[in-house]
C-alpha cells in the first residue's frame, strides 16, 4: 500500500507527475492485470476512434476493476492512466470477487505497470488537480454513480480544455432490466443478464410497473418475507445503481456544461404493447422504456 497519496485528501489536489513518481509498483499477492476483458468491455474500447485518436491521451477511467480495460487501450499508444473505484460491495456477497476488497480501503492506491495506477477514488470529489486528463473513460459505471450532475461537474474540472468523456453504460433504470440485480439472496443467484435466473420473481419492466409494497404482495405467496425484503432491497434501495431512467440522464447532460458529442442508445429490448400501455399510465410519454444501454460522448469546452 502507498500511503503517501490519497485521492480523497481534501487539503491536496495531486498532479499526474505527483502519482506517478510516488506510487511504488504492487507487489500485492490479489491478481489485478489478469488480461480477462469480457465482449461488452472490447465493443467499448473498439468505438473509441469513432470520436478520437487517444495515442498520447492521459486518461482517467471510472470503476476500472482490476485495471484490464487500460492495460487494453496501452496498444494504441496511450500515456499516463489512473483507474478508480469505489464499490459498495458486501464482503459476504458472493458475486464479489477480490478486486472488490482490494479496493475497499481508501487509502489504497498502487501502481500496476509504467503506465497504470489504480486507486480508490469517488469521481464526484477527487483530489487531483484541475486540467489533468485527455479522457475520462468509463464502461458500465455511469449507471452506477449517484448525483452524476455533480460527477459531470468534477469530471469538467479534471479535463484539459477539448478533453473527452466517454462513457458506454447500461442496464438504464427504464429499460426492461434496469433493475441491475447482481447477488445471491439466501443461496440463489440472481444477475440481470441473465434472465432464467428470475423470470418466476421478476419479469421485464416490472420493477418499474410495481411499487415495492406491490411486489413484495405479489411474491409473499411463494417466497420468505426475508428473501422478499432483501430483494426489494436491492432493487428499490441498494446505492449499486443510480435508478436514472433514459430521459434523467438526456436532462442531465443536456444541462452539463460539456459540448455534446453523441447521445446514442445501443442495446434496447422492446417493450411488450400492453406492458408499454400500462408504463406510459404510469409515467407519461418522455420515457423510452425499450432503451437499455446508451453511449454518451462529451467535450469541454
Not at 253 to 260: A, E, G, Y
Request: hydrophobic share 40%.
Amino acid at each position: 500500500m502507498n500511503s503517501i497519496v490519497s485521492l480523497k485528501n481534501p487539503t491536496h489536489h495531486y498532479t499526474l507527475d505527483e502519482i506517478f513518481t510516488q506510487v511504488l509498483p504492487s507487489h500485492s499477492e490479489i491478481p489485478l492485470l489478469n488480461q480477462n476483458l469480457s465482449t461488452y468491455q472490447l465493443d467499448a474500447i473498439a468505438r473509441l476512434p469513432v470520436y478520437f485518436d487517444i495515442k498520447d491521451f492521459d486518461i482517467l477511467e471510472i470503476g476500472a476493476d482490476e485495471g484490464n480495460c487500460l492495460n487494453e487501450l496501452v496498444k494504441s499508444g496511450t500515456n499516463r492512466m489512473l483507474g478508480i473505484n469505489n464499490w459498495c460491495a458486501e464482503e459476504e456477497d458472493k458475486l464479489s470477487n477480490a478486486r472488490f476488497e482490494l479496493v475497499q480501503s481508501e487509502q489504497l492506491i498502487t501502481r500496476l505497470s509504467k503506465q497504470i495506477v489504480l486507486s480508490y477514488g469517488d469521481i464526484r470529489q477527487l483530489a487531483i488537480a484541475d486540467n489533468s486528463f485527455d479522457l475520462i473513460f468509463s464502461i458500465a459505471t455511469f449507471e452506477h454513480i449517484q448525483a452524476l450532475d455533480e460527477a459531470l461537474i468534477e469530471m469538467h474540472r479534471l479535463l484539459k480544455p477539448k478533453g473527452f468523456i466517454y462513457a458506454n453504460f447500461g442496464p438504464v433504470w427504464s429499460g426492461a432490466i434496469g433493475h441491475h440485480l447482481w447477488c445471491e439472496i439466501e443461496g440463489r443467484i440472481l444477475q440481470f443478464s441473465e434472465e432464467e435466473q428470475y423470470a418466476d420473481i421478476l419479469q421485464r419492466h416490472e420493477h418499474l410497473l410495481y411499487s415495492a409494497a406491490e411486489l413484495k404482495q405479489k411474491l409473499s405467496a411463494n417466497y420468505s418475507d426475508s428473501f422478499i425484503n432483501e430483494l426489494l432491497y436491492r432493487i428499490y434501495e441498494h446505492p449499486h445503481i443510480n435508478r436514472y431512467s433514459y430521459a434523467d440522464y438526456r436532462k442531465i447532460v443536456m444541462n452539463s456544461p460539456f459540448k455534446v458529442l453523441a447521445f446514442k442508445k445501443l442495446w434496447q429490448i422492446p417493450t411488450e404493447e400492453t406492458m408499454l400501455n400500462k408504463l406510459q399510465q404510469k409515467y407519461g410519454y418522455t420515457i423510452d422504456f425499450n432503451c437499455s444501454s446508451l453511449e454518451i460522448v462529451l467535450q469541454k469546452q
